[in-house]
């Protein structure tokens, strides 16, 4: 599961871009991962020029 430090970002769209189903929803100022699509490819993490986005581990 992708966790968005929401506080952080600056809405730039590169994630929204690289995400290969389509799960990645940025507006003007927000943003939302529908975790249901999500199949953790984690390339919008790599993508993210400011560190918006990490990776959260299943416990
Ligand atoms: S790439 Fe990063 S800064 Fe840009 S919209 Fe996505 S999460 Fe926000
Ligand atoms: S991990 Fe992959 S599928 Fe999930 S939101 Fe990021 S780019 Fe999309």
């Known amino acids: 599961m992708i966790n968005i430090r929401a506080n952080r970002c600056d809405y730039c ?11 990645i ?20 993490v790599e993508i993210c020029p400011i560190e918006v986005l990490e990776v959260h581990a299943a416990e």
Not at 14 to 23: H, K, Y
Not at 25 to 44: G, N
């Open 25 to 44: 929803e940025v507006r003007e100022s927000s943003i939302e991962i529908e975790h249901a699509i999500c199949i953790d490819c984690d390339l919008c």
């Open 13 to 23: 769209g590169a994630c929204v871009s690289v995400c290969p189903v389509d799960c």
